[in-house]
């Protein structure tokens, strides 16, 4: 996204945009998970590492 339209804007606001991902999937907490795993792994490759498994913690008690 193009930050550059609220740079004049207050910090909270700046903050608030800035929090926000846009992806092109429906982000429930598989999709997210295998999301962050690919990221991951994309950079762990520059380093020879192999990312298998990712935890992800919906609330304390809840994870994917």
Not at 11 to 25: R, T
């Amino acid at each position: 996204p193009n930050l550059s339209l609220i740079q004049d804007k207050p910090k909270y606001i700046q903050e608030m945009y800035e929090s926000f991902i846009i992806v092109d999937f429906v982000p429930t907490s598989e999709e997210i998970s295998a999301w962050l795993l690919k990221i991951v792994q994309k950079k762990m490759d520059k380093i020879d590492i192999k990312a298998t498994k990712i935890e992800y913690f919906e609330t304390p008690k809840a994870k994917v």
